[in-house]
């Protein structure tokens, strides 16, 4: 059973994702669709999203990481890093603010697990989140729909400071990242 103890809920997940992800990602994936829907979670850095939303709009900035081909994305960070699940690899960050691949488990029951017992150590260590929080103290909490993105990006000489990080909708952030840096995991 997944177990999410800070959940927000934005919405529920329309029955036709269910059913056209259904064999395609977990189970787990499914059970925290129908137990929890859309939404945010630890501390609203992570957020749970329409794979097919993303697929669509993203198709060219997701990325492989494993020879399969196949990479869905689950969720997205408060930093506008995707989260996605691979057959070969289980899920996986993709951090496009670092322009590096981050192995996150091979199950989504782990995760969360590992989330509530180690907290912001295992965001901070897996998802290099410690700016967030400092990020939502000085600009405000996120819409479910944006994310806080580096202007100028790091990639670009940009500073990892708090004052350089924008509110942005979190699409356009991704990929606005992939057309100056490139695919992260190719």
């Not at 800070?6 to 669709?33: M, N, S, T």
């Amino acid at each position: 059973m997944i177990e999410v103890s800070d959940f927000v809920p934005h919405g529920p997940v329309e029955p036709e994702v269910i059913e056209a992800y259904r064999g395609r990602v977990p189970d787990e994936v499914i059970e925290l669709w129908e137990t929890y829907g859309y939404g945010t979670f630890a501390w609203g850095f992570l957020r749970v999203i329409n794979p097919a939303v993303y697929e669509k709009e993203l198709a060219d900035c997701i990325g492989k990481t494993q020879g399969d081909g196949i990479s869905i994305p689950i969720m997205v960070t408060g930093l506008a890093d995707l989260i996605t699940w691979e057959p070969s690899l289980g899920f996986v960050g993709i951090i496009y603010r670092e322009g590096r691949i981050a192995g996150l488990n091979s199950e989504l029951g782990r995760f969360t697990r590992m989330l509530n017992r180690a907290g912001t150590d295992y965001l901070s260590m897996t998802l290099n989140w410690d700016i967030f929080p400092k990020a939502v103290e000085a600009h405000g909490e996120l819409p479910y729909d944006q994310s806080f993105t580096f202007v100028p990006l790091r990639s670009l000489g940009g500073p990892e400071k708090v004052e350089n990080l924008k509110k942005r909708e979190t699409i356009a952030a991704i990929q606005v990242m992939v057309e100056f840096q490139g695919v992260v995991g190719h």
